[in-house]
């Protein structure tokens, strides 16, 4: 009965170690198809992310001159909006002058017509 016992027991291992052989051999088949999956997938995610960052570099680099040209911009309209300001003070000025050459000159054609009508 012990020889029996040992006789099943030694069969029962070599049959289950190769059983377990053939399906960890597929296991590990199918973990390699999927490791070599994955490290495609990886290539390509990472091809994906230099493309994306090369993106975001030129499209910061579009940014930045952008900023340069609206700060460029805003210097600008700052020097015309102190020109204007300078222009429309000079108008109200000379608007000034003109009504008060206006005053002196109706005054000096009632003294003109005074003087004629003696």
Known sequence: ???LFVTVSASALLGFGTFASSVS???NSDLQTKQND???ER???QSNLTDAEKQITTVLYDLKDL???IDNAS???K???KKLTS???GIAKNEKEIKSLEKNIAKLEIELKNVLNY
């Open 38 to 40: 994955i490290k495609s």
């Open 79 to 81: 020097e015309n909006n």
């Open 75 to 77: 210097d600008a309209l």
């Open 87 to 89: 222009v429309k003070d």
């Open 25 to 27: 051999a597929e296991t």
């Open 1 to 3: 009965m012990k020889k």
């Open 67 to 69: 900023d340069k040209k």
């Open 43 to 45: 290539s390509e995610v």
